[in-house]
């Protein structure tokens, strides 16, 4: 059987699609505070207000001395300036000791830099002995002095809602004091891979016929890579009751469902209209102008105002995990109340692309630099569907446009990097 164009969907329209469904879903998910050691990879459920100013206090940048600018005027290296140190003040120390024309106090990183202080000089331009401290060099206003509140003022609004987690969001949060913070739920998501052929890994000998089933180990991988909990995992043969009974389990206690196969038009695909026909799950698009992954199916189960989204990806194990970074990403991305940057990456086509007109490629590809320091994509090895090697080389995707047949090599493309760790 063959699809017309006009009957597949746009990529474009297909994610929008998606972001617009997993939107409305999201309003049913919570949201709960969890203790720092949590909070890795997981969103922001209120944005991350300044509890105070940053920095609390001036503080020194570097270690040295504090001292007046007037009293260096002269400093050099041949002719060193020699003041008298008073003392010494460390990070932890309050700031109360106050200096004089002729003085110089010891300030360590950190430590907080008395008002009278005008700057820190490097103890690298200094020689420090008994009581006194030459200096070789003179001091700029405010050098090496970090002010109260240059970073934040007590009430700005440090991040916003639906920010990932990163290290250093993480270390943001904790600079503000918090020792619990809210979050969205992390959706629950259950994994189905369907198939006949299918055994799994460690089992011998293998009859003719059969292969191992590696889009439930990458599936479930591809999810534990972006940092969301231990997916549920379900097998399926190709028969109707097989499929229901897998499924029926899935959608329950999952807000998102993938299932890797069986989704395209062959005898054995029973995936679509199992949804359909036996679990009530609305079919939002089914099947999308992109190559690989085209039989790609999204639907929404919906009961008691309670919306679970479903993904039935294609089964070729490249088509499955481009599937998931393309569309089943955004959805959890939206899920948790984040939003995609839009970030355009372009590149220079190091070889020459052929394909034929009508769907996105998304061609699998190395990152490299000219030497003019212009970004270079080439084509991996291995870009058949079912060919992973091409997948596990690739760094980035070239978006190879829907209507173009060639894409001559120096061509300007469009390419996304590919992270399993980021949406
Ligand atoms: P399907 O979409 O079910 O027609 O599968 C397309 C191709 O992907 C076939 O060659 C399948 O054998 C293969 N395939 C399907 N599921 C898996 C799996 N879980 N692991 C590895 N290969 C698979
Ligand atoms: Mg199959």
């Known amino acids: 059987m063959s699809v017309k164009q006009s009957e597949l969907t746009t990529y474009n329209e297909a994610v929008r699609i998606i972001v617009r469904q997993a939107g409305a879903a999201r309003r049913e998910c919570g949201k709960e505070a969890l203790p720092l050691a949590d909070l890795l990879h997981r969103f922001t459920a209120e944005p991350i207000l300044a509890a105070f100013d940053l920095p609390r206090f001036d503080n020194s940048a570097v270690d040295g001395y504090g001292v007046l ?115 969205t739920e992390a959706p629950r998501i259950a994994i189905v891979s369907t198939g006949d052929e299918l055994v799994q890994p460690g089992t011998t000998p293998l009859a003719s016929g059969q292969i ?110 481009l599937t998931f970074h393309l569309f089943v990403k955004p959805a959890l991305l939206t899920l948790q109340g984040g939003a995609k940057k839009a970030r355009a990456l372009t590149a220079r086509l190091a070889k020459q692309v052929r394909k034929k007109p009508g769907r996105l490629d998304f061609v699998r590809g190395e990152m490299t630099s000219s030497q003019e320091g212009t970004l270079q994509a080439i084509p991996t090895h291995g870009q058949d569907s079912h060919m992973l090697s091409g997948l596990a080389a690739a760094e980035c995707l070239l978006h190879c446009r829907q209507e173009a047949s060639l894409l001559a090599e120096g061509d300007l493309i469009d390419i996304e990097i590919l992270d399993w760790t980021n949406y």
């Open 69 to 183: 600018i007037e009293d260096l005027a002269k400093a050099s290296e041949s002719s060193p300036a020699r003041l008298s140190l008073s003392g010494s003040i460390q990070a932890g120390d309050s700031a109360d000791l106050a200096i004089r024309s002729g003085q110089t106090v010891k300030i360590l990183t950190g430590a907080p830099v008395p008002p009278s202080v005008e700057a820190v000089v490097m103890r690298e331009f200094t020689r420090e002995s008994k009581d006194t401290v030459e200096f070789f060099t003179g001091a700029g206003p405010g050098e090496n002095i970090r002010r109260r509140g240059e970073e934040f003022q007590k009430g700005d609004q440090v991040l916003p809602a639906g920010q990932r987690i990163d290290p250093p969001v993480l270390g943001l949060i904790a600079s503000f004091g918090h020792a619990v913070f809210p979050v």
């Open 212 to 321: 191992y089933d590696s889009n439930s180990h990458a599936l479930r991988a591809a999810v534990l890579a972006l940092g969301l909990p231990e997916p549920r995992i379900f097998h399926a043969g190709d028969c109707p009751e097989e499929t229901e009974k897998a499924f029926e389990s899935a959608l329950g206690d999952s807000d998102l469902v993938i299932s890797a196969g069986g989704v395209s038009v062959g005898d054995r695909d029973f995936v679509k209209a199992t949804l359909e026909d036996k679990l009530g799950v609305r079919t939002i698009f089914w099947r999308v102008a992109i190559k690989p992954g085209k039989p790609v199916y999204f639907g929404c189960h919906e009961t008691d105002g309670v919306k679970k989204l479903v993904f039935g990806l294609p089964g070729n194990p490249v088509s499955v995990l």
